[in-house]
């Protein structure tokens, strides 16, 4: 799988859309983009994925360039329950499956 | 759905002690993982199951550690004997091969060694 980067901290006013970065200029042709979040003292929850194109739903958007090296996931209008752990994840959809976790970005959403 | 149910919540523990941690997958899901989390190490894979086999249990830390799922419903992590530095959250997982790898996690059993 794919290493990928991602800022260990970031901030943002709530009501106000965050953007998250992620870097993963290794990732292949049929690895896809996935975001997870963490929620203090939960288990991490799916929020969204994608491979080239642009995917939206009803937590986040995730816009992936089209050298697919990085990605930006979108919450529209942050809430003070959006305050998490990130992660972006690069794997493949059939064969191993399995999530390899990094470190993050920890969003914390300000009143 | 009931979600991917685990138990216990929480546990203390003396060292040395068996300790043996539960998870129920969601319901029709094939594949289950089981996961630890320290503040040192992030969220670590420690082995995955498919269709009840263990497909990858190169994340099992030491021979202390085993796990075991005897039918799709059912799955279990032992520690034996237990040392503090095993104190973590497990998370158990679970997901439906085949589609699109979405892997749906439990609450966690937080587990302290004293």
């Known amino acids: 799988d794919a290493k990928t980067t991602q800022p260990p901290s970031m901030d943002c006013a709530e009501g106000r859309a965050a953007n998250l970065p992620c870097n993963h200029s290794t990732i292949s042709g049929n690895e896809y983009v996935y975001w997870y979040r963490q929620i203090h003292s939960q288990g991490p929850q799916y929020i969204i994925h994608g491979l080239k194109n642009n995917e939206t739903n009803e937590m986040a958007s995730l816009i992936i360039t089209e050298d697919r090296k990085s990605s930006t996931l979108i919450l529209p209008h942050a809430t003070l329950r959006d305050t998490a752990v990130y992660y972006c994840i690069a794997c493949l959809t059939q064969g191993a499956q399995k999530l390899v976790f990094g470190q993050g970005t920890r969003l914390t959403i300000n009143p | 759905d009931a979600g991917v149910i685990q138990s216990p919540r929480h546990e203390v523990t003396e060292m040395g002690q068996e300790v043996t941690l539960r998870c129920k997958p969601i319901?029709?899901?094939?594949?289950l993982f089981w996961y630890r989390q320290t503040m040192m190490r992030g969220l670590e894979l420690l082995i995955y199951f498919n269709n009840n086999v263990p497909i990858d249990d190169s994340g099992m830390p030491e021979d202390r550690f085993s796990a075991k799922m005897p039918n799709a419903s059912f799955s279990t992590l032992k520690i034996q004997p237990s040392e503090p530095r095993d104190s973590a959250v497990y998370f158990c997982?679970?997901?439906?091969?085949?589609?699109?790898?979405?892997?749906?996690f439990g609450e966690g059993s937080w587990l302290t060694v004293v």
């Open positions: 997982a679970s997901s439906l091969q085949g589609s699109g790898n979405t892997i749906y």
């Open positions: 319901s029709g899901h094939n594949s």
